[in-house]
């Protein structure tokens, strides 16, 4: 039979009881570092679920309050970046009150956004 290692962690030798309060000193820092590491942790998931419900419930209820049906609704928050986006999502031309209608997109301010200019020949 094989000799098996004491399970004493502190060997036999001289000054065994100052190697016993080393690794003592030494579990709790580890212990210490691993309880801040998991409350951080706690905390920043905590954090992010915060910040998903601060953005989750006020789109959800801009989406339900809207007169428009909720893909038309979405179709139009689409459309904002510019007209190419409106002419994507098909709603462009359109005319002010219409879904797809942005203030920076009529340039001429006539009421109709994204509408389509004719080139001139000279």
């Known amino acids: 039979m094989p000799h098996l290692p004491s399970p004493n962690p502190v060997r036999p030798g001289p000054r ?10 030494r579990f709790r820092t580890v212990s210490a570092r691993h309880d801040r590491t998991t409350k951080l942790r706690w905390a920043m ?3 992010i679920a915060i910040a998903a419900i ?4 006020p789109a959800i209820w801009l989406l339900a309050s809207s007169s ?9 928050i689409a459309s904002a970046p510019n007209c190419e986006f409106a002419r994507l999502v098909r709603l462009a031309p359109a005319r ?6 942005w203030k ?10 994204c ?7 000279p």
């Open 54 to 57: 601060l953005v989750t419930y």
């Open 96 to 101: 002010r009150g219409e879904p797809g209608y």
């Open 68 to 76: 428009w049906p909720i893909t038309t609704t979405l179709r139009h």
């Open 104 to 113: 920076h997109h009529d340039r001429d301010e006539d009421g109709i956004a």
């Open 45 to 47: 998931a905590a954090l």
């Open 16 to 25: 065994p009881e100052q190697r016993m309060r080393e690794l003592q000193r």
């Open 115 to 121: 509408e389509p200019w004719t080139r001139r020949t």
